[in-house]
């Protein structure tokens, strides 16, 4: 039921995978194995000789090694239907000279191209750069770093173990930054994190043992100078919390392992949550029960329809119209309304 993304590593002549149709996992496209849904891009058949690669449109992330050490390839052209690009998804492909990343991708694994010595990797103030996105540095002894204008993402891993590093001055174009970006880097004492940064991850940070926060409320937050408080990015143990209301991402795990929260309140500014996946931020808060909905802008997306994997009782501001079905099919409106925090608020409550 599951293929390693190593089965095929080595396989220099292969040139065709075939999958039958009746698999319920996998699937086959031209020779090439994809997810029954064909969604992921998992192998390239690295023995055929073509030098160009289209993926489909319809795959939205490409796997782990997917391409590793496909030598005849000069260039693949990613569609805009991708969002992330796996860890050394495209290591040790020679004869890459040609790749563009187009700007719905959200994320870049570790060493993604890596080995790629025809591809033109931009060399700028010790920093490398594919694209738009920067994919690492040139030596790890950097003391510290100016991301160039115009830089969109920052990989995976980027500054894995920079352990020198002290300051970093990232531009307003970045709305990615990495799992692990900055892993590691235990002489970071401040990052400014711009408004535009939409997508992060705790372990972004992980091992920053000198890393200075913004507090609120028994929560952890990075920012910049005018707002410092744009990325919630962890909390202390505490039954409540009130999310800052210049929050506008809460980063992926950021409230792992919180036992003891038992009611949040989600402010209107907050217009993204843990990559979409709301369970992967409250991971293990088992006692997390009462959510309060400010956010305009989540109520009515595949956020709310998390909620009820954990919240029994969600109130939602009046000022506020949820029509997904989860309002109505799983929660069930109460009589009146409730005062919380000044605010008037409509009560959802699970069914029975």
């Given amino acids: 039921t599951w293929?390693?993304?190593?089965?095929?590593?080595?396989?220099?002549?292969?040139?065709?995978?075939?999958?039958?149709e009746n698999n319920a996992n996998y699937k086959s496209?031209?020779?090439?194995?994809?997810?029954?849904?064909?969604?992921?891009?998992?192998?390239?058949a690295i023995g055929k000789t073509a030098t160009e690669f289209s993926i489909p449109n319809s795959v939205t992330s490409i796997g782990n090694y997917a391409f590793y050490n496909c030598s005849s390839l000069t260039s693949v052209t990613i569609p805009?239907?991708?969002?992330?690009?796996?860890?050394?998804?495209?290591?040790?492909?020679?004869?890459?000279t040609s790749v563009t990343i187009p700007n719905s991708v959200t994320s870049i694994g570790v060493g993604a191209f890596s080995g790629c010595?025809?591809?033109?990797?931009?060399?700028?103030?010790?920093?490398?750069?594919?694209?738009?996105?920067?994919?690492?540095?040139?030596?790890?002894?950097?003391?510290?770093?100016?991301?160039?204008?115009?830089?969109?993402?920052?990989?995976?891993?980027?500054?894995?173990?920079?352990?020198?590093?002290?300051?970093?001055?990232?531009?307003?174009?970045?709305?990615?930054?990495?799992?692990?970006?900055?892993?590691?880097?235990?002489?970071?004492?401040?990052?400014?994190i711009p408004d535009s940064v939409v997508n992060i991850s705790l372990s972004t940070i992980a091992g920053c043992s000198n890393l200075q926060y913004n507090e609120y409320d028994n929560a952890y937050y990075l920012g910049n100078?005018?707002?410092?408080?744009?990325?919630?990015?962890?909390?202390?143990?505490?039954?409540?919390?009130?999310?800052?209301?210049?929050?506008?991402?809460?980063?992926?795990?950021?409230?792992?392992?919180?036992k003891s929260l038992k009611s949040i309140t989600i402010p209107d500014s907050v217009t993204n949550i843990g990559y979409g996946l709301f369970g992967d931020v409250f991971h293990g808060c088992d006692s997390l029960k009462t959510v309060y909905m400010d956010s305009a802008t989540l109520i009515n997306t595949s956020f709310s329809d998390e909620l009820p994997n954990f919240a029994t009782d969600v109130y939602v501001r009046t000022d506020l119209t949820p029509t997904v079905s989860v309002y109505t099919n799983i929660y069930e409106k109460q009589d009146g309304t409730v005062i919380h925090d000044g605010k008037e608020y409509y009560h959802y409550k699970i069914k029975e």
Avoid: M, Q, R
């Avoid at 100078?225 to 919630?232: A, G, K, M, S």
């Fill in 225 to 258: 100078d005018t707002n410092p408080y744009v990325i919630l990015i962890g909390a202390k143990s505490a039954d409540i919390i009130i999310i800052n209301e210049n929050t506008k991402t809460i980063a992926s795990d950021a409230f792992d392992g919180c």
């Fill in 117 to 192: 010595n025809s591809l033109g990797v931009e060399k700028n103030n010790g920093l490398l750069y594919v694209d738009k996105w920067l994919i690492g540095v040139n030596s790890i002894s950097i003391d510290s770093a100016t991301i160039k204008d115009k830089t969109v993402g920052i990989g995976d891993g980027a500054f894995w173990h920079c352990s020198a590093l002290t300051s970093v001055i990232i531009p307003d174009s970045v709305t990615s930054i990495g799992a692990g970006a900055f892993s590691g880097c235990t002489s970071l004492i401040n990052i400014n």
């Fill in 80 to 96: 805009d239907s991708v969002t992330s690009i796996g860890s050394y998804a495209f290591e040790c492909c020679s004869s890459l």
């Fill in 29 to 44: 496209i031209d020779g090439n194995l994809y997810s029954k849904d064909g969604k992921t891009l998992i192998k390239y």
């Fill in 3 to 20: 293929i390693n993304y190593s089965a095929f590593k080595g396989c220099s002549s292969l040139t065709n995978i075939n999958v039958l």
